[in-house]
Antibody, heavy 122, light 111 residues
């Protein structure tokens, strides 16, 4: 079955760049038909959509984070990535990657990674 | 503050029926965008529970149902079980924001 797995540093210093990787198994990103998304959840709070990417590379970002985000994809490695610049303590959260079940941005996300905790602290 | 509004908490006794509302606006649910629901247990990733307003993914019990009307949607759980105790989130798309939106989440307590 399709599985997603986040990886990256669990601790990032303030003002630095948070970099995460989502590795996809059981499906090929390059086959199309889906979007690939990043979502985060601050401690004890709800879900916040960060952005998503299609296999061809087109991206859509949360307007509140847009100036600091880059989402990219490497279809040869079946991975997609999140970079968040100039982090502060407010970026401390559990970060999830997920698959949208169609190419429509209004589609839900049917497969999620287990999440990775990122703490921003010096 | 979330674009989609959910009650912070709901509760019910085993066997009862509970509903969780998700209220949006004319730029999201009212614009015709689908509503999806997720179930999340503490320390785990959200689970895809309902899609396209009222469709259940394979493996989700038919005790769970969803509906949408106007600018709101709701998730109903009948025959409440202790294992249903979790957080529930609704999700849609907002045409004005051009992005995915979530509700603030509802904590379901089984009494």
């Amino acid at each position: 079955q399709v599985q997603l797995q986040e990886s990256g540093p669990g601790l990032v210093k303030p003002s630095q760049t948070l970099s995460l990787t989502c590795s996809v198994s059981g499906a090929s990103i390059s086959s199309g038909g889906y979007y690939w998304s990043w979502i985060r959840q601050h401690p004890g709070t709800g879900l916040e959509w960060i952005g998503y990417i299609y296999y061809a590379g087109s991206t859509y970002y949360n307007s509140s984070l847009k100036s600091r985000i880059t989402i990219s994809v490497d279809t040869s490695k079946n991975q997609f990535f999140l970079k968040l610049n100039s982090v502060t303590a407010a970026d401390t959260a559990v970060y999830y990657c997920a698959r949208g079940y169609s190419t429509s941005p209004a589609a839900g996300m049917d497969v999620w990674g287990q999440g990775t905790t990122v703490t921003v602290s010096s | 503050q979330s674009v989609l509004t959910q009650p912070p908490s709901v509760s019910g006794a085993p066997g009862q029926r509970v509903t969780i509302s998700c209220t949006g606006s004319t730029s999201n649910i009212g614009a015709g965008y689908d509503v999806h629901w997720y179930q999340q247990f503490p320390g785990t990733a959200p689970k895809f529970l309902m899609y396209g307003n009222g469709n259940r993914p394979s493996g989700v019990p038919d005790r769970f149902s969803g509906s949408k009307s106007g600018t709101s949607a709701s998730l109903a759980i009948t025959g409440l079980q202790a294992e249903d105790e979790a957080d529930y989130y609704c999700q849609s798309y907002d045409g004005s924001l051009s992005g995915v939106i979530f509700g603030g989440g509802t904590k379901l307590t089984v009494l």
